[in-house]
């Protein structure tokens, strides 16, 4: 069987979840099936992966535009695929596309929905209501679509009526074990402005709207004074977005120290290390089908505060691997807290709670690293979408 796998990020371009994602399911699909990989950007050197740039034509298009440039090439280029796998709405329409084309099933990876990210269109403009096509025609016309959560199950139903809820399965994010263990290495931590005999709580994430950082920046505020903040924060969306987290981190700063932000994206020893040196992990993110970062940080023996909202109920046992903050939220797609004060109390609360008892943090961390081995390991995710790509091709 050939897999043609349709991403726009891949290694070394990756910045979200979506990319760590595909990266790994590449690996471990590998060991028994060949795999094509079609990407975003220059060219790679990995042997059976493909590069595709943006037409010289459409350099200056809006960006909903220049993706389809890039998605007319993929599909092209799938003849003689056997499964088309797309992630994202970036590589959707070059599945759907090369479906059509080639009459080869079009497997889709939902990480996240266009309907739930309504603030995407202060990024793209009217290139939202173009992403927000793409999705939509993919998704509806997909042999099976592949949600991260059973919460992002629910999303996708809700969001896209017209599927039949038959193809609509369940398989879970992972994360490589090897690759993600603690690093205890003070020097390394240091070097990043963190002081590892201090408490600190850690964030991990893209400057967006989805992550909830502004939220974070505020429940700082009423943290221990003794407690460090590090946010591992960068790719903002816009440069609103960027201008008020910019705004916030300096409030913080001038009322506390111990507030460090690294703007760049650190290799993996660098953050294993931050995450080592930390207390807690925080995940204050208002939509989140899953969240990659909180298996890393489970990996890494962190404890881990999250928002109750789409898949992270599933990866946080509370109580026992950390703290589910509660949250209500308008269902308007935005994902906005009704209360947004009482959802920064709260997740202030639940972060003193658990930096506050270094010793329970330790267990709670301890039991995190075990449901990560348990539950989230690529070989059984593997093996789960090669069972869906034996099904559509049976079909």
Not at 242 to 260: K, M, W
């Amino acid at each position: 069987m050939r897999v043609d796998l349709l991403t726009k990020e891949y290694p070394p371009d990756i910045y979200g979840g979506a990319g760590v994602h595909v990266t790994e399911l590449v690996r471990a699909l590998r060991t028994d099936t060949e795999v094509l990989v079609r990407c975003f950007g220059e060219p790679r050197d990995e042997a059976d992966t493909f590069a595709y740039r943006v037409p010289a034509e459409l350099a200056a298009a809006n960006g909903s535009i220049t993706t389809l440039g890039v998605d007319l090439q993929m599909a092209q280029d799938c003849g003689g695929a056997d499964v088309v796998h797309s992630h994202t709405w970036y590589a959707n329409a070059g599945g759907h596309l090369a479906k059509l084309l080639h009459g080869v099933p079009h497997v889709v990876t939902a990480h996240s929905l266009e309907p739930l990210r309504p603030w995407k269109a202060e990024q793209l403009g009217g290139g939202y209501r173009v992403s927000s096509w793409i999705e939509k025609t993919a998704f509806e016309a997909a042999d099976m679509v592949i949600a991260v959560s059973d919460g992002m199950r629910r999303d996708i139903l809700a969001s896209y009526p017209a599927l039949d809820p038959e193809k609509v399965t369940v398989v879970y994010n992972g994360i490589d074990l090897e690759r993600w263990t603690p690093l205890h290495d003070a020097d390394k931590a240091r070097a990043l402005g963190i002081d590892p005999d201090r408490p600190a709580v850690i964030f991990v994430g893209r400057i967006t709207r989805q992550k909830g950082l502004p939220y974070l920046l505020r429940a700082a505020r009423m943290l221990p004074p003794k407690v460090q903040v590090i946010l591992c924060a960068g790719a903002p969306d816009t440069p609103e977005i960027l201008a008020e987290v910019t705004e916030l981190v300096a409030g913080l700063q001038a009322e506390r120290d111990g507030v460090v932000w690294i703007d760049r994206l650190l290799p993996n020893d660098e953050l294993r290390a931050a995450l080592t040196a930390s207390t807690v992990f925080v995940c204050p993110s208002i939509y989140e089908p899953l969240g990659i970062v909180n298996l890393e940080a489970m990996a890494c023996g962190l404890p881990v505060v999250g928002t109750a909202t789409g898949g992270i109920p599933e990866v946080i046992v509370d109580g026992v691997t950390g703290r589910l903050v509660p949250i209500q939220q308008l269902q308007d797609g935005t994902g906005t807290p009704t209360d947004p004060e009482a959802f920064v109390r709260d997740l202030a609360a639940a972060l003193t709670e658990v930096v506050s008892d270094p010793e329970r943090a330790a267990r709670m961390g301890a039991a995190g690293r075990e449901r990560a081995e348990r539950e989230f390991s690529w070989t059984a995710i593997a093996e789960q979408t090669r069972a869906i790509y034996r099904s559509v091709t049976s079909s």
